[in-house]
């Protein structure tokens, strides 16, 4: 059974900064591409980061130079520290693992955690 659970979120202040993190058990981590959707209240679920199994990353440019998504095979968990937030990243932020094999794709979500940055 494939189970991600997300941690971290909370409430921060404008400018400040929170790390998020998503621990994974059920499946070869590594092999996995990952990354976070955020969904604020009223809008689309967007991509915030999203990193391959070789590493590639890549960012929204609402989001680039501000967030960094980093992964550690050993712990089986990929991390979203955000920097200088702002109230528009509030949001409920989602870890997600996708592989492709022969045109099947495997994909599985966390819980979603709550960001909440006041101005």
């Known amino acids: 059974q494939v189970q991600l659970v997300e941690s971290g979120g909370g409430l921060a202040q404008a400018g400040g900064s929170l790390r998020l993190s998503c621990a994974a058990s059920?499946?070869?981590?590594?092999?996995?591409?990952m990354g976070w959707y955020r969904q604020a209240p009223g809008k689309q679920r967007e991509l915030v980061a999203a990193?391959?199994?070789?590493?590639?990353?890549n960012y929204p440019d609402s989001v680039k130079g501000r967030f960094t998504i980093s992964r550690d095979n050993a712990k089986n968990t990929v991390y979203l520290q955000m920097n200088s937030l702002k109230p528009e990243d509030t949001a409920v932020y989602y870890c997600?693992?996708?592989?492709?094999?022969?045109?099947?794709?495997?994909?599985?979500w966390g819980q979603g955690t709550q960001v909440i940055v006041s101005s």
């Open positions: 997600y693992v996708n592989r492709t094999v022969r045109g099947v794709g495997y994909s599985y």
């Open positions: 990193t391959t199994s070789g590493g590639t990353t």
């Open positions: 059920g499946i070869i981590f590594s092999i996995f591409d």
